[in-house]
């Protein structure tokens, strides 16, 4: 199969030697570029990574002859195994397909890059958003570093990175009033996962209104069933009856994620609704 093949066919079909057709490209320097970032994508899937293709990222992650686009990619690429590596640890070698050994490597990696002033911009910003999927101590600082800035780009990043380290409840609702549609919805990803209360008035009001972006509706919703509250059920129910099915479905899920229940669906009988799986959809092959 060709790279591109492997990027438009779902990872539960690949062959068993995909994570050789990666390393393939990934470690080619004669390879077209755009090639290349995609192999660095796709080396990070949990149907694919192993200890070899993580020193590889390894590699081109510390390489300051590697393009910039690659280093960033391969950056984020360690984000759903550092993760999965912090939820499931190493009990079960079938948990995780990346060894202790190599966690440790990637992390201490990731935390002298961010610290050097040298890694371009962009590069450092990936760290810090695949880092923080495995929060450590040296995090929290540098998230307030990133979001009293002054820059919009690393505010962004603080912004999604408060989704999963704590402690930045007000910030994260000081995010909902932003003029960038893109912090907006990374601060209500922030909402739903941390469940801020407190953030309901300006989560209603996204709601409420006429002309929002789509994208940033749908994470409302989905921060509306982090909240939790009566108020929030009572918006959700409202959403069930709307006339985009992207909307009806969000608030489907963001009602049965917080325990509410649908009005209408049967909850005892497991043949009409599914809630899914309790681990995030990025480590499903």
């Not at 407190?198 to 009001?205: F, K, T």
Request: charged share 30%.
């Amino acid at each position: 199969m060709d790279i591109k093949e492997y990027g438009d066919t779902p990872p539960w079909d690949w062959p068993e030697d995909a994570g050789a057709a990666f390393m393939k490209v990934l470690t080619d320097r004669g390879a077209d570029e755009e090639d290349r970032v995609l192999a660095a994508r796709l080396a990070g899937n949990a149907c694919a990574v192993n200890d070899d293709l993580a020193e590889a990222l390894l590699d081109v992650l510390r390489s300051p002859e590697e393009p910039e686009a690659l280093r960033s990619r391969a950056a984020i690429s360690f984000g759903p195994t550092l993760e999965q590596a912090d939820t499931y640890g190493f009990d079960d070698p079938e948990d995780v397909m990346v060894t202790e050994g190599v966690i440790g490597r990637i992390a201490e990696t990731l935390e002298a890059l961010f610290r050097d002033d040298g890694v371009p911009k962009d590069v450092r910003r990936r760290i810090l958003e695949a880092a923080v999927r495995a929060p450590r101590e040296w995090h929290a600082e540098a998230i307030r570093g990133a979001y009293s800035s002054g820059d919009k780009e690393w505010r962004l990043t603080a912004v999604f990175c408060m989704r999963y380290a704590k402690g930045f409840e007000d910030d994260i609702i000081a995010a909902l009033s932003a003029d960038d549609d893109a912090a907006v919805y990374e601060a209500l990803l922030a909402v739903g996962a941390w469940g801020v209360k407190a953030a309901w008035p300006r989560v209603s009001a996204i709601l409420d209104a006429d002309d929002c972006d789509k994208d940033v509706f749908l994470a409302a919703i989905e921060a509306a069933g982090g909240i939790g509250t009566t108020d929030a059920r009572e918006a959700l129910e409202t959403l069930l009856d709307h006339h985009d099915q992207d909307v009806v479905a969000m608030a489907s899920e963001a009602m049965a994620m917080a325990g509410f229940g649908i009005p209408g669906l049967d909850l005892d009988d497991e043949d009409e609704f599914d809630a899914g799986p309790d681990f995030p959809p990025h480590l499903l092959c």
